[in-house]
């Protein structure tokens, strides 16, 4: 009850602000935000000679990726648009296209397979990759220019102190001058879990900061996150959930009996990055058109000492200030006569890159650590270490430096297209523990302390790039690179894309198409993983071969995509599963995880349609995909999966904007990745054991999504059929996804 007296307060607080907006002029006519009623008459402040000086905050930033390689900079959206904030902070992602354990924050991979994340080589800690929906890759950081400090606070909620999720986000970034920014980014998410044993509790914090040049520019972060999962390895039995007649009371979600309680995941992710390049080239001027005009250089340094002298007699003091205000008579006469001695002719300078001179530095610091406490129904098939209680660690660092020269396009006879040439060298180093003939326990029970082993792996990289990025019409970008440890040779990437711009109906068609090639030997934890109840060391293993091609159509509201590839020697996990018996008659098995490698070629294609469409106030927006794979068993896809959000979108007194409507999400039966919680990755289910499918059930949810200048709100009913319906509602074998639930979110923005 408090929650809603909660929501409606917020509610009615932005009607008020809304109604706040609503100004009348002196005819009581409506009159537009930011427009002077009394533009005709003077207030009180103005007759007493504006002694209050106001002071106006200025308002604006824009923000930007990087590549992590490279550091290019890339244009990007910040992060506060009100379109599908609704959906910004669900695990399954903003259409539904990811499976996970149903606890916000939990492991995920995406149903759709040309969506995950399939390299290999330069990416090593196979651990962190689940929990992508909380880490952020390089390429994913914000960074800022702002006129001035800008500070985002975000919060989700839902549920009650038991079962409930929250979740706070805040960033503040500010220039210290016009090229150097700084700011932080902070995340803590706390998921009690509507089932048993199943908490998550995730903290990162990210510093950053960048400095843009004239002709040297730097980004750099350090991010540090710690990740804690509870294992519960999904409930006893899956009829609690789609047959739940079947028992004689009907269970909670909280109340259904769990096959682990006493195990925990932990993760800790730390990461220093650090780009920068220096830039030769010349200055170009160009006039207001963007012609490129010729200026005379000695007229030129005559302007900017003139100009120099009028921003110091506009900047003495604040009296100097009031008394030659910016739109006086004296200013514009100085104005004036700075126009005549630059000949009446407007133009802006531009530093032009010829030649760039990049370095890359990239420390990673990982750790993975597996506590089981307790195995009180045999979960776990194997033990290869002794003692009822051990701690399964595992560590990782990484340190990587690329340095490259760049030649930017159109500036060279012999090649007219921007040249990248560099080379990479990474240090890697994985502990692991072992079993040392010779090595005995320091204590025979408990506390024990483990033999380690250490590996170190130096990789060395070699590689080219050419692309083509001026021009409306035509571009490209191709990479090819060449990776070796000194003695593995096998080791290679080529990728590329190509891009054309079609004026069509006074519009654009845009149609890109992509390719890869590319050999690697599996990673390290593919070879090599030692635990309490997992070990391998697979020295055999068979470099994957990779074959992608793909295409895209944009038009308008309308995106069509198509993407088809071949495996060669496709690595991965396998879990393998052992039945029991139980006097209750409930299948029971007991759970290990392998890694195996397919000898045959498998295929995978996929078809993706995008379609938005708008009526008035009415939006419809759909994403359809058919995929299909040579081998279910190995990797499996469902065949159809769908997401529609059907939503009313206008606005209230010109100011408030809403949202307000329903979505869906559907896929087909498949057999889909389960969860191993021995190596903290999704796996193939066993063909000879414990096997289900999932799909064919929807997920709907109903929201209404506010926005009101600087904030933004909303309130959602979640898995809103599970009140009228059931049905196989998994997204995981064995992890059923929350019951319905009420979830609210408000995000503001400040400028300070």
């Known amino acids: 009850m408090k929650r809603f007296t909660f929501l409606l307060f917020l509610l009615l607080t932005l009607g008020a602000a809304a109604h706040a907006q609503i100004t009348l002029d002196d005819n009581n006519v409506f009159a537009p935000l930011g427009d002077d009623m009394n533009s005709g008459r003077r207030s009180d402040a103005d007759l007493q000679g504006d002694t209050v000086k106001k002071t106006d905050i200025p308002v604006g930033y824009y923000v930007w990726h990087i590549s992590p390689r490279f550091g290019d900079v890339v244009p990007a959206t910040p992060d506060t648009l009100p379109h599908w904030f609704q959906n910004a902070n669900l695990t399954d992602g903003y259409n539904g296209t990811y499976n996970f354990l149903g606890n916000m924050g939990a492991p995920r991979i995406s149903r759709l397979y040309f969506e995950r994340d399939e390299r290999i080589t330069h990416s090593s800690f196979i651990f962190a990759k689940p929990y992508d929906f909380f880490l952020k890759k390089p390429e994913q950081i914000f960074f800022f220019n702002t006129k001035s400090p800008v500070t985002n606070i975000t919060y989700d909620k839902c549920g009650n102190k038991s079962t409930g999720e929250d979740r706070i986000q805040a960033y503040f970034a500010v220039n210290v001058n016009k090229r150097l920014g700084v700011g932080f980014d902070l995340d803590y998410l706390y998921g009690r879990g509507y089932y048993a044993n199943q908490s998550t509790a995730h903290f990162g914090g990210t510093l950053f900061g960048s400095y843009i040049g004239r002709q040297y520019q730097l980004h750099a972060y350090y991010t540090a996150n710690h990740l804690k999962m509870r294992e519960n390895g999904g409930i006893e039995n899956d009829t609690y959930i789609t047959n739940p007649e079947a028992f004689p009371t009907r269970y909670g979600s909280s109340d259904m009996p769990t096959r682990l309680s006493k195990v925990w995941n932990r993760l800790n992710v730390n990461t220093l990055y650090l780009t920068h390049r220096y830039s030769l080239g010349f200055e170009r001027n160009y006039d207001e058109e963007g012609n490129i005009v010729k200026v005379d250089h000695e007229k030129q340094e005559n302007l900017h000492q003139d100009t120099r002298q009028a921003d110091s007699l506009l900047t003495l003091n604040d009296t100097t200030t009031q008394l030659v205000p910016a739109d006086s008579s004296a200013h514009l006469s100085l104005v004036s006569s700075q126009n005549e001695r630059q000949d009446s002719v407007r133009y802006r300078t531009e530093y032009i ?78 502990t692991l523990p072992d079993s040392v003939p010779g090595v005995t326990w320091a204590q025979p029970y408990g506390s024990l302390v483990l033999a380690t082993q250490k590996y170190v792996r130096n990789y060395f990289t070699v590689g080219a790039q050419l692309m083509k990025r001026e021009g409306r019409i035509f571009h490209y970008d191709v990479i090819g690179e060449l990776t070796t440890t000194g003695k593995h040779w096998g080791n290679f990437n080529v990728e590329g894309n190509i891009n054309f711009n079609i004026p069509l109906f006074k519009d654009t068609l845009r149609v890109t198409a992509h390719g890869r090639i590319a050999n690697e030997h599996p990673s390290f934890y593919y070879e090599h993983y030692h635990s309490q109840f997992a070990w391998w060391d697979n020295s055999g293993l068979n470099d994957i071969f990779r074959t992608r091609v793909g295409g895209e159509l944009v038009f308008k509201k309308t995106r069509l995509s198509i993407n088809a590839e071949t495996i060669q020697n496709y690595a991965y996990f396998s879990a393998l599963s052992t039945p029991i018996n139980t006097s209750e008659g409930i299948n029971t098995y007991q759970h290990a995880v392998g890694v195996r490698q397919s000898s045959k070629n498998i295929q995978l294609f996929s078809a993706t349609l995008k379609q938005d469409l708008a009526f008035g106030i009415f939006h419809w927006d759909n994403e359809l995909t058919y995929q299909a794979s040579s081998d279910q068993d190995i990797l499996s896809v469902p065949a159809f999966s769908a997401y529609s959000n059907l939503y009313l979108s206008f606005r209230i007194a010109k100011v408030l ?96």
Request: glycine share 6%.
């Open 657 to 752: 904007g809403v949202e307000f409507g329903a979505d869906v999400r559907y896929f087909t039966k498949y057999y889909a990745p389960t969860y191993s919680s021995l190596s903290g990755t999704f796996a193939t289910q066993d063909p000879a054991g414990d096997r289900v499918k999932i799909g064919n059930y929807p997920i709907i949810n109903l929201y209404a999504n506010l926005h009101l200048q600087r904030c933004r709100l909303y309130v959602m009913a979640s898995h809103l059929n599970e009140t009228f319906m059931t049905g196989e509602s998994f997204l995981v074998p064995h992890y059923p996804i929350n019951p319905m639930t009420i979830k609210f979110g408000i995000s503001w923005t400040f400028h300070n």
């Open 353 to 430: 890159p010829v030649t760039s001179l990049i370095h890359t530095l990239q420390i990673d610091k990982h750790d993975r650590r597996l506590t089981v406490n307790d195995d009180p129904n045999n979960f776990f098939t194997e033990r290869y270490l002794p003692g009822d209680s051990s701690v399964n660690k595992t560590d990782y660092l990484r340190i990587a430096n690329t340095v490259a020269i760049e030649l930017h396009e159109g500036f060279n006879s012999w090649v007219k297209s921007g040249l990248r040439l560099y080379a990479m060298h990474e240090f890697e180093r994985y």
